[in-house]
């Protein structure tokens, strides 16, 4: 740990490669890392310090590595593990190891607001930390909703020790969540916590901060000091408890002891009391399901078993290794917004027709296994340079790169298979994948059915939410994913759609992570997507 010199080309102090944006937050942004010297995946933080701030911040990476690891210590398995902090180019950064969940802000924005006996959970969670932390006089000084990470199963992990206090700046990150005495750039203790502790359960309760950004830190602060709380109208049994830790007054705020027993009897009179963690995270309402999907615990490709059975019950889904062994999973739909840092999901060009187009011509009765490959006047507009149309004897076609063949067939039943193409040269791979037994109901198919399978490989993450699109005027949903592949990371665009009578196709694009936005990778896409006719399955 130390200061390094900055460079946005190279790697975060010449050991952690930044792959792709995760979360962002006033003056915090995390990314995706690789640890070149480990081999590991991480999450890189950075947070910008005041111009002023350099002198006073130089002892800054071992405090925030020792204030860590002292909390972890006494939390074990509810602190984020820092590996390394650095500062680099004016900013500080921390290295933590990959944190197996998604920030709260993030799970808000896909899911919507929670229930009070949901929030109740999560705050209490975060009580037990702070319970333990306060009891060694250690306070955190900058919690937010970015700084929860919330699990499927297990407590809530929450990252950011030791990072207040490293400057004369009140406040580094996330100023909506910032106690009054930071804002007056008081001296602050637990009672700070406390503060941020109301806001964050105002926030999932109301789905906004209790004082809203103002865009430059001095004046949200401002605003957090002398403006009145918006009035809470969705905190029902929690209203009392949230207004209470939202005094200016430290001293008028409720103790931890006083918060415990109201979130302990908020929860244990809700009907759902009884949910497991992972449930208990779910947003108020009913059909949250159908819009997005909480990525919490790291997934997996299906197993080849897996597809056999999910091929038999909805949209054909399964682990797919074909050359360099890229993973291919299913696409699935959910209405919600994808991120906002990472490339577009389907390039812009690659929007599909209002009608679908004529099925191509089929291949014969009892066609040789690996079809044909020419150039078809069929196809809308001319190929690009490097392409060419091919037939499969199951009645398909698609352009593919020049070089590229059909690597792999499988079959769960005669109902329903995939088709695997690449080239041994080529790190990329296509999956088209087929079945006769796919549900009305694409999102249902695939959050229901597919995805619970999805939890077993290292690194799974999800990129934004799941959406629902049409495709050559038919039902479609879109689905992208990072995961780990012979050590190396790669990105997969996936996109599912509906002929009707029970039949559906996939389609599933992966590429090295690095390369996802290359020319050469989005052009490939959009070729695909753009070419591709059912044929004689429609």
């Known amino acids: ?101 998604t920030p709260l802000d993030e799970v808000l924005l896909q899911r919507g607001t ?41 407590p809530v992990i929450v990252s950011g020790y030791g990072v207040a206090g490293t400057t004369s700046a009140p406040r580094l990150t996330a100023p909506s969540y910032a106690a009054p005495e930071q804002a007056r750039n008081e001296r602050v203790g637990p009672a700070a916590d406390l503060w941020a502790l109301g806001a964050i359960l105002y926030t999932m309760l109301e789905g906004r901060p209790p004082f809203r950004d103002r865009g430059r830190v001095a004046a949200t602060l401002r605003g957090v000091e002398r403006l009145p709380l918006r009035p809470p109208l969705r905190c029902g049994p929690l209203t009392q408890l949230v207004t209470g830790l939202l005094r200016k007054e430290p001293r008028e705020r409720p103790g931890r002891q006083v918060v415990r027993e109201v979130l302990t009897r908020v929860l244990s009179e809700a009907p759902g009391a009884g949910l497991e963690p992972g449930e208990a995270y779910a947003p108020a309402g009913r059909g949250w399901k159908r819009k997005s999907v909480l990525v919490g615990t790291p997934l997996a490709v299906l197993t080849v078993t897996a597809a056999v059975v999910t091929a038999a019950t909805g949209l054909p889904g399964g682990d797919d290794r074909a050359g360099g062994g890229s993973p291919a999973s299913a696409s699935a739909s959910a209405g919600g917004t994808g991120a906002a840092d990472t490339a577009p999901r389907v390039p812009p060009s690659s929007k599909a027709p209002s009608s679908p187009p004529s099925p191509s011509p089929t291949g014969s009765a009892s066609p040789s296994p690996s079809g044909s490959a020419s150039p078809s006047p069929s196809d809308p507009g001319a190929l690009p340079a490097g392409f060419r149309t091919y037939r499969a004897p199951e009645g398909f076609s698609v352009a593919l790169p020049e070089g590229w063949e059909r690597q792999r067939t499988s079959r769960a039943t005669e109902l329903s298979y995939r088709v695997t193409f690449g080239a041994d040269d080529d790190p990329r791979t296509l999956a088209v994948t087929y079945s006769e037994r796919v549900g009305s109901d694409p999102v249902a198919v695939w959050q229901d059915t ?83 006719r059912p044929g004689s399955a429609s």
Do not use: K
């Open 1 to 101: 740990m130390g200061w390094a010199h900055a460079s946005t080309d190279r790697p975060v102090a010449g050991r952690y490669r930044l792959v792709e944006i995760t979360h962002r937050e006033t003056n915090r942004v995390s990314w995706y890392a690789d640890d070149l010297r480990t081999g590991r995946p991480c999450l890189a933080t950075r947070i910008e310090l005041p111009a002023d701030a350099a002198e006073d911040v130089r002892r800054a990476p071992s405090r925030i590595v020792r204030a860590t690891g002292n909390v972890a210590r006494l939390c074990p398995d509810r602190i984020a593990d820092v590996v390394d902090a650095v500062g680099e180019g004016g900013c500080l950064w921390t290295v933590t190891a990959w944190i197996d969940g």
């Open 450 to 532: 597919v995805e619970p399978g999805l939890a077993r490989a290292d690194a799974y993450r999800r990129i934004g939410a799941i959406e629902a699109t049409t495709y050559q005027g038919r039902e479609a949903a879109d689905m992208e994913w990072i995961t780990t592949d012979g050590g190396a990371r790669v990105r997969t665009f996936g996109r599912g759609f509906l002929l009707g009578d029970g039949r559906g196709f996939s389609l599933r694009w992966t590429t090295p992570a690095a390369d996802w936005a290359s020319a050469d990778s989005q052009e490939a896409l959009r070729t695909v997507l753009r070419t591709f």
């Open 114 to 154: 929670f229930t009070p006996a949901r929030a109740a959970r999560v705050a209490l969670d975060l009580l037990d930390v702070l319970d333990a932390a306060h009891a060694e006089a250690v306070t955190h000084g900058e919690l937010s909703p970015g700084q929860l990470h919330l699990r499927e199963t297990g």
